[in-house]
């Protein structure tokens, strides 16, 4: 997608790619990054005021479309409180139309001049892994992607597809961070990686789909649109036995708990 500042229309495009997705026979549909509103971080009481609850008129008009078709993982603005930041939330929600996890952006975009935490506030809760049709998901946003720790938490918790929904800024040799850091992830833990991203002229675009061997199923460019995939969810066990880096860890040297 390419969101913008007007939340009824971001709405609108949501409503008409999870449209497309049932008419696919899509069973998982995973939106990008700034989904529901896209911040200004040098104007952040506008992202303030366009938060909302997960209860709120966005995710109830995206659960009411969505319910009984399709598992769906959104990203909303989460209000946080009447006077402080909102968290940049991703939450999934089952085909039963049941809010079912919920992650809120650990690591905040203040790098390359950027300041994100001017318009949201840092999440505190523990990654971990939710329900979807025939697996167990981790959810990530867009700067996690540049911090390995969570997702190895994630796969030590039993994740075999991990999401990162993403904004992801253009400029100087970003595209080719994005596509090596996504194949990077799945390769050292096994998993799929899902990667769904805002596109147009302030974005890399390149929604892409990665198994657990770093292959690339599927790949768009900078465009409005959506990319299918199927996952042959026999592949991570398959690397696991090929390729045993999660046993093979020395924790008796370093270690990193998923609990």
């Known amino acids: 997608m390419e969101s913008g500042r007007n939340k009824e229309t971001n709405l609108q495009k949501s409503l008409e790619q999870l449209e497309a997705a049932t008419r696919e026979g899509a069973v998982l549909a995973v939106f990008p990054e700034y989904q529901m509103f896209l911040p200004d971080y040098s104007n952040p009481g506008t992202t303030a005021a366009a938060s909302e609850s997960t209860d709120g008129n966005f995710v109830s008009e995206m659960i009411a479309a969505g319910k009984g078709k399709v598992t769906m993982v959104l990203n909303i603005v989460e209000y946080a409180g009447s006077g402080v930041r909102p968290y940049n939330t991703s939450i999934v929600v089952n085909d039963l139309g049941i809010v079912s996890g919920k992650y809120r952006k650990l690591h905040l975009f203040d790098a390359y001049g950027h300041k994100e935490s001017s318009c949201y506030q840092q999440g505190s809760i523990r990654p971990s892994t939710f329900a979807v049709p025939d697996a167990r998901m981790g959810l990530q946003i867009c700067y ?116």
């Open 144 to 259: 996690d992607l540049r911090f390995p720790e969570p997702a190895r938490m994630l796969r030590l918790n039993g994740a075999s597809i991990i999401s990162y929904q993403a904004g992801w800024f253009a400029g100087e040799k970003k595209l080719e961070t994005w596509r090596t850091l996504l194949r990077a992830r799945a390769i050292e833990n096994g998993t799929f990686v899902l990667a769904s991203a805002q596109c147009g002229e302030n974005f890399t675009g390149h929604t892409m789909a990665v198994n657990p061997y770093g292959d690339i199923i599927g790949e768009m460019d900078n465009q409005e649109g959506m990319l299918t995939v199927e996952l042959d969810m026999s592949l991570p066990e398959k690397y696991s036995m090929d390729v045993p880096v999660i046993r093979q860890r020395r924790k008796d040297i370093y270690d990193i708990s998923g609990f």
